[in-house]
């Protein structure tokens, strides 16, 4: 879906961007623990997406920024400027046993 959305010239276009709210609120009313993978870089796209659990009652959204070369890509100032608790992990194998049962 993603790489048809891109190939139209509407990734991140508003319609995008309510269409990925729209899911995740969905997904949140459907189940205990959701994970969601924000990808790319942060941006005010990706802050509207999350905004859809951010202020939705008796949520709470957590963070998991995972570096690769040791670069975050800007994830944890992304987080910390909307006050959302975030580990930082180096990926490896295993990580997320260790992040869901921590």
Not at 32 to 40: H, N, Q, S, T
Not at 69 to 90: E, L, M, R
């Amino acid at each position: 879906y993603k790489n048809a959305v891109k190939e139209a010239g509407e990734f991140f276009s508003p319609r995008f961007v309510s269409a990925m709210q729209k899911q995740l609120k969905g997904l949140i009313n459907a189940f205990d623990l959701v994970v969601a993978d924000l990808g790319g870089i942060p941006s005010a796209e990706n802050y509207a997406i999350v905004s859809a659990a951010l202020f939705t009652p008796n949520v709470v959204v957590e963070a998991v920024t995972l570096k690769r070369d040791g670069n975050d890509g800007g994830w944890n100032d992304f987080w910390q400027d909307i006050s959302v608790p975030n580990a930082v992990y180096t990926y490896h194998s295993d990580l997320a046993k260790k992040v869901i049962f921590k």
